[in-house]
Nanobody, 121 residues
């Protein structure tokens, strides 16, 4: 089992930045690729970013590419999502997940409880 706890969400104005963190405990963190997903009200949960077990590979959704950066620190069992140039459409609950590298929700076995991000215009 892996337990994931997100933090860092909040209210920010459009154009601002936030950094989300996801702390993992339980099984060895470095065994898993780590992903970030988000879910806006009334919408499906969607892929945001993923990072490989070593941190050497990353992928992003087209909607966040160039604005968001995913990173991880295996010594601290933590994955981060740096979000810059935020837009109102980035408003959502953000979830981190541990699993196999990819953009599909079903690849991930473990999920955090989510952290709310609200971007005001």
């Amino acid at each position: 089992q892996v337990q994931l706890v997100e933090s860092g969400g909040g209210l920010v104005q459009a154009g601002g930045s936030l950094r989300l963190s996801c702390a993992a405990s339980g099984r060895t963190f470095s065994w898993y690729a780590m992903g970030w997903f988000r879910q806006a009200p009334g919408k499906e949960r969607e892929f945001v970013a993923v990072i490989s077990r070593s941190g050497g590979s990353t992928d992003y959704s087209d909607s966040v590419k160039g604005r968001f950066t995913i990173s991880r620190d295996n010594a601290k069992n933590t994955v981060y999502l740096q979000m810059n140039s935020l837009k109102p459409e980035d408003t959502a609950v953000y979830y981190c997940a541990a699993g196999t590298y990819g953009m599909i929700k079903s690849l991930y076995n473990y999920w955090g409880q989510g952290t709310q991000v609200i971007v005001s215009s």
